[in-house]
């Protein structure tokens, strides 16, 4: 059974950092694309990264230069490092393998 769990959202304040981690199990994580998507209530949900096997990332517009997707195989981990927060980045954001598995999500606000 695959399980996604999502961690590390909160509060914080404009300009500030969060990491969010997502532990995977019950599948090959190592060759898995993995993804950090984000919803907001009442609107469709958004492709934030992608980070491919071999390492190579691609970015949605609105957080290139800000969020960093990486991952660690031993920990079969995907990590999103988020910096200089905006309040439009406030939502529930949710990572994914290869399109198919899902976790829970984790909601993350920036507001002052």
């Known amino acids: 059974q695959v399980q996604l769990v999502e961690s590390g959202g909160g509060l914080v304040q404009p300009g500030g950092s969060l990491r969010l981690s997502c532990v995977a199990s019950?599948?090959?994580?190592?060759?898995?694309?993995m993804r950090w998507y984000r919803q907001v209530p009442g609107r469709q949900r958004e492709f934030v990264a992608t980070?491919?096997?071999?390492?190579?990332?691609l970015y949605a517009p609105s957080v290139k230069g800000r969020f960093t997707i990486s991952r660690d195989n031993t920990k079969n981990t995907v990590y999103l490092q988020m910096n200089s927060l905006k309040p439009d980045d406030t939502a529930v954001y949710y990572c994914s393998a290869d399109s198919l598995y899902w976790g829970q999500g984790t909601q993350v606000t920036v507001s002052s």
């Open positions: 980070i491919f096997s071999v390492g190579n990332t």
């Open positions: 019950g599948l090959s994580f190592s060759s898995s694309i």
